[in-house]
């Protein structure tokens, strides 16, 4: 990036665990952040002031990332005051474990509707601008459980699949232009999703990571910002894991 340069990033799920970092790694490194967040307003005020410490602008709004004119809405007042988006990452992402047999049809809905028409909607709304000015990075935050799938998560298992598969079509769709999709899919992290399981399943899932700790967000956040930067400019279509080796 040139000096003085600015560059815009969207998040989603933004006022909370890897979207939070994800706002604080990218104001670090220079840009102006726009991000939402579904509920928690005083979490997302007090984010807004700590990213802005980095000297960068910083502005949130409540979107629900189901609800795509909701999303197109936050997309142009972003571009209005901010400038157009360089970087998207989509964070936004729910659970709603259940073993097949006993999944409700809402939590099959719910989660198809957050974590896969939620990243429809914002790399819908962000593509026509990066098309026009041939530039653009797009990271989508997947999870190992898209890979390989989860017992108990075969709705988010679909979800997080599917934001594979849809990445892989856009890089291809859009590379002639310039911009660049990428995803992201983390193991076990330390957040507040992690924190409703039980100790005996946490404990589980620990001794299944050789490096025998969960991952913090921040470093998932390093990945996104990595991906979000030209160092990255000849990566696209690519999945991350970043799972302390869970899947080997
Ligand atoms: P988290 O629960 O701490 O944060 C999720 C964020 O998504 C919250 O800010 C929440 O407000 C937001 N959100 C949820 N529904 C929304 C909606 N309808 N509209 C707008 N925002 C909404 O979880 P996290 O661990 O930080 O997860 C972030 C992403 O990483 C998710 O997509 C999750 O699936 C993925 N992930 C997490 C882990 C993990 O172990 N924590 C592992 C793999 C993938």
New binding site residues.
């Given amino acids: 990036m040139a000096e003085n340069e600015s560059r815009v990033a969207l998040v989603?799920?933004?006022?909370?665990?890897?979207?939070?970092a994800s706002v604080l790694t990218l104001a670090r490194d220079g840009f102006d952040v726009s991000f939402?967040?579904?509920?928690?307003e005083e979490a997302a005020l007090s984010l807004e002031k700590e990213a802005q410490e980095f000297g960068v602008r910083v502005i949130s709004r409540k979107?629900?990332?189901?609800d795509a004119e909701l999303v197109r809405a936050f997309v142009a007042e972003t571009e209005e005051t901010l400038a157009p988006i360089d970087v998207a990452v989509?964070?936004?992402?729910?659970?709603r474990d259940n073993p097949l047999l006993l999944m409700k049809d809402e939590e099959w809905h719910q989660v198809l509707d957050?974590?896969l028409d939620?990243v429809y909607n914002v790399c819908r709304s962000v593509v026509f601008s990066m098309m026009k000015r041939k530039s653009g990075a797009i990271i989508n935050?997947?999870?190992?459980?898209g890979v390989y799938g989860n017992p108990t998560q075969s709705n988010?298992s679909a979800s997080?699949a599917g934001i594979i598969g849809f990445s892989r079509a856009l890089a291809k769709e859009v590379g002639g232009y310039g911009i660049r999709a990428n995803v992201v899919?983390?193991?076990?992290?330390?957040?507040?999703?992690?924190s409703v399981l039980s100790g005996g399943a946490k404990e589980k899932a620990l001794a299944a990571v050789p490096l025998r700790r969960l991952?913090r967000?921040d470093e998932v956040a390093e990945l996104v910002s990595y991906l979000a930067s030209d160092k990255a400019g000849y990566i696209t279509g690519s999945v991350f894991q970043i799972d302390g080796g869970i899947t080997l």
């Fill in positions: 989603t799920g933004g006022s909370r665990g890897i979207g939070r939402c967040y579904q509920s928690n979107v629900d990332v189901r989509t964070a936004a992402g729910i659970t957050v974590n939620g935050i997947s999870s190992v459980a988010y997080k899919a983390p193991g076990f992290i330390d957040t507040d999703m992690t991952g967000a």
